[in-house]
């Protein structure tokens, strides 16, 4: 009876931890997450730091976004492997908050809450993307990567193959 390795010694799966590894160490990446980190917590407090926290449905929903955010976004020092993914889910977060003030329930389209919502939101999805660009770029430097020993015509072999 024969008995296979598991899945966590796969040579495909340790090479891919240890380039999820090299890229959440980079100072780039660090200060994206910092930046996200702050700008999560910046939204979840935001009504009551700009004061619009009588609108209380922008409140709970800045609230709520505010610390999906951070959380989504915090994973990425401690488990980039299996949150790298998220980084699209911050953005449309971040698009989400840039809307809020015109689709949530309720008279809450106050100067402050919109100008508030835009710039936070638009710090949210810039700071989605850039962590997406990051990973796709990853993803593509390790594919090339791998890809440069195939694909070659051997000296061996005629036109014909």
Known sequence: MTTHPSI????????MRS????ATTTPRAQAIETLALLTGVFLAASPWIVGFNGLTTLAVCNLITGVAYALCMGGFSSAYE??????????AIGAWTIVAPWVVSGNV???RSIVSN??????ALLLGLAMAAMN????DRAGAARG???GRRSQDVGPMG
């Open 148 to 150: 440069r020993g195939r």
């Open 109 to 111: 389209d106050t100067t």
């Open 19 to 22: 380039r999820f590894e090299r």
């Open 8 to 15: 966590e010694q796969h040579p495909d799966v340790a090479e």
């Open 136 to 139: 796709a770029g990853a993803s």
């Open 82 to 91: 299996r949150t790298h993914a998220m980084a699209w889910t911050a953005a």
């Open 118 to 123: 835009v710039i936070v939101g638009c710090v």
